[in-house]
Nanobody, 121 residues
């Protein structure tokens, strides 16, 4: 099972970006999937996650600017980020609770490699 992120870029303050994550491999079922971020010198923090049924949870400070969505048929999760500011600069990681095929029905937690988002003028 692999999670591959895309969409990171350099953007000016006030701009928008859309990140995408595709889960691939021998996947039986994807439960909650979402996004974390890690800024330089800081701990990794939750941005948002979304259940298979579409219930989304956000870090309070980001709700209203960020929107998470998923496509269960395509095994993708997107993060729309609006009104970005320099404090949003970080590596953004996709994270999912996934049952792999042949895994005995056990849920495993997977991370992507991350995509860099830089907000700067």
């Amino acid at each position: 099972v692999q999670l591959v992120e895309s969409g990171g870029d350099l953007v000016q303050p006030g701009g928008s970006l859309r990140l995408s994550c595709v889960a691939s491999g021998n996947i039986f079922f994807i439960y909650t999937i979402g996004w974390y971020r890690q800024a330089p010198g800081k701990q990794r923090e939750l941005v948002a996650h979304i259940s298979r049924g579409g219930v989304a949870n956000y870090t309070d400070s980001l709700a209203g600017r960020f929107t998470i969505s998923r496509d269960n048929a395509r095994n993708t999760v997107d993060l729309q980020m609006n009104n970005l500011n320099p404090e949003d600069t970080a590596v953004y990681y996709c994270n999912g609770d996934i049952i792999p095929l042949g895994g005995g029905g056990r849920v495993k937690n997977y991370w992507g490699q991350g995509t860099q988002v830089t907000v700067s003028s």
